[in-house]
C-alpha cells in the first residue's frame, strides 16, 4: 500500500487545514479508512474512522466536535477537515486502514501539523 498525505501545515490556533491522503495498493472502497496522529511524549491518538460500507464515522471524543472525516472512494482519497485547530493538536498525521475505534499499522510518512501562536 501507498499513501500520499498532504495538507499539514503551520496554523495558528483556532484556524483551520484540511488533510487529504491518496491511497494506492488496494481496493480502496472495501476498506475503512481513517487518520490517526503521533506527538512526542504522547501516545498515538486514532481520531477518526470512516466506515467501507454505510460511510459512518468514529471519532476520538477530543476531536468530534472539531473534525470532520470524509472520502471520496473515485479518487482514492481520505479527507480530515479540522477546525478551531488548538496547541494540543500538533503532531504528525496519518492516514491508514480502521475497524471502528481500532487503527492499524500506518502507511506512510505523515503530514507535520503545527499549531502555534
Known amino acids: 500500500v501507498q499513501v500520499v498525505e498532504s495538507g499539514g501545515g503551520l496554523v495558528q490556533p483556532g484556524g483551520s487545514l484540511r488533510l487529504s491522503c491518496v491511497v494506492s495498493?488496494?481496493?480502496?472502497?472495501?476498506?475503512?479508512i481513517g487518520w490517526l496522529r503521533r506527538a512526542p511524549g504522547k501516545e498515538e491518538e486514532g481520531l477518526a474512522c470512516m466506515s467501507r460500507g454505510d460511510g459512518r464515522a468514529y471519532y476520538s471524543d477530543s476531536v468530534k466536535d472539531r473534525f470532520t472525516i470524509s472520502r471520496d472512494n473515485a479518487k482514492n482519497t481520505v479527507f480530515l477537515e479540522m477546525k478551531n485547530l488548538e496547541l494540543e493538536d500538533t503532531a504528525v498525521y496519518y492516514c491508514t486502514e480502521c475497524s471502528g475505534h481500532y487503527f492499524y499499522d500506518v502507511w506512510g510518512q505523515g503530514t507535520q501539523v503545527t499549531v502555534s501562536s
Open positions: 495498493g488496494l481496493i480502496f472502497d472495501k476498506y475503512s
